[in-house]
DNA sequence: AGGTACCAACCGAGCGCCCA
DNA sequence: TGGGCGCTCGGTTGGTACCT
């Protein structure tokens, strides 16, 4: 549990309704208690979230997870959670603060046994040895290259177009889970193509014609896409306006990080590549 | 208010490269 | 060597700013 200063702090500044969850003995963040929704909750913001909610966390990740009931009690369905355990990477000595923020939004904060806050994305301890329930096939090693036209190792399809490669895409993501490809900037920069080995390899889903998505930019900036599919290939407007906005030149490069719900794309993160 | 110029975006066509 | 894929090119369209 958190030291007494810490939850004193928090709860000064908590006007909202909140709860914590940490495990208690034989529990593990997966098992179904976990995945409750408190009562108090639920009763105290009636409607707000029958469906689905979304998590908030500090670094500007979030997920969504649909509801189910059972019984009387509102829970988490089990991959939406299971999920969210695996992305943070959640210990045994973990402690959760969820604060309802809006609607079905929820800020979420993570802290360790210490009363260490997790300020930033957690990172796995050990990447090539822990199964993940949606790893991919060929998951990436530490020293993967990646070829600018978006290809990874292990592709089948890959072009080798421009062979300057950016070393160890994967330091730059905020989740290493996540689907991601590396981008050259071109002259021609109207859209943003997406990978299609990273579509297939992850199944990514797309939203309908015209959806928007968001590209999340360094220092919490965020700019608005459209997905457009061209040739039959998803890609995204909105990309001349990101090249504009941070000066990015023709052969530039940038490692796009995929925000998913579930499968469903919702954004790109934006990394600049700076390696010389 | 209407005309013009400029710019950004749309999207089909086609090029270049890799693999079987 | 042909087919498929990833990507760029370029013509066209639509929106906006500026000028008269």
Known sequence: MLPKSVVDKLQE???????????SPGQNWKSKSMRIIPEKIVGSTPGAFEHRVVFSVRWENSWQ???E???????????????FVDDNHLG???????????????EVQIFKNNGYEIMDVPLEVELETEPLHHKPQNSHKETVTVSASGSENG???GRVRHRRDVMNPMR???????????????????????????IHRYRLKFGPLHSTIDF???????EEGI?????GQPCFSGWSVVCRKYKLNVGDYVVCEIERSGSLVTGVRVHFVNED
């Not at 045994?92 to 929820?106: A, E, Q």
């Not at 999340?216 to 965020?222: I, T, Y």
């Open 13 to 23: 500044n908590v006007s909202k309704p909140c709860f914590w969850k940490s495990l």
């Open 65 to 67: 997870l649909w509801l």
């Open 69 to 83: 009931r059972d019984k009387d009690d509102l829970f988490m369905q089990e991959e939406d959670w299971n999920e």
């Open 92 to 106: 045994p000595n973990d402690t959760l603060f969820f604060r309802h923020d809006d609607t079905m939004d929820f």
């Open 155 to 157: 592709g089948t399809n």
């Open 172 to 198: 730059y993501l905020l989740n290493p889970e996540n689907p991601h490809f590396v981008k050259v900037v071109t002259k021609r920069n109207d859209v943003l193509y997406m990978s299609r080995p990273v």
């Open 216 to 222: 999340l930019l360094p220092g919490g900036q965020k």
């Open 227 to 231: 997905l457009r599919f061209y040739n």
